[in-house]
């Protein structure tokens, strides 16, 4: 079992930074391929990025390339998503998830294992 607790969230102006982070316990992520989802208000969560094993590949939503980054630190055990040039439409709960597998990611919900609680992000225009 891995456990995942994400911090980091907040209330941003328009075209600011946040840089969240997921801090996992109960086992090493170094074996798990990672992602960041949110949940709009209204919608459903939707994939955000994903980053390999080792950190070596990572994979953006078309919404998240080129502002948002995903990086992982195994020696913390955490995942982080930094996201510059916030915008209202950023606003959601984001989730960190674990996968298992020979797949380092999925973009579809059902392709994770672990799940974090959320932190909320939210932008004001």
């Known amino acids: 079992q891995v456990q995942l607790v994400e911090s980091g969230g907040g209330l941003v102006q328009a075209g600011g930074s946040l840089r969240l982070s997921c801090a996992a316990s109960?086992?090493?992520?170094?074996?798990?391929?990672m992602g960041w989802f949110r949940r709009a208000p209204g919608k459903e969560r939707e994939f955000v990025a994903a980053?390999?094993?080792?950190?070596?590949?990572?994979y953006y939503a078309d919404s998240a390339k080129g502002r948002f980054t995903i990086s992982r630190d195994n020696a913390k055990n955490t995942v982080y998503l930094q996201m510059n040039s916030l915008k209202a439409e950023d606003t959601a709960v984001y989730y960190c998830a674990a996968k298992i597998g020979s797949s380092w990611y999925s973009t579809p919900v059902v392709g994770y294992d672990y799940w974090g609680q959320g932190t909320q992000v939210t932008v004001s225009s």
């Open positions: 109960g086992r090493t992520i170094s074996s798990y391929g």
């Open positions: 980053i390999s094993w080792s950190g070596g590949n990572t």
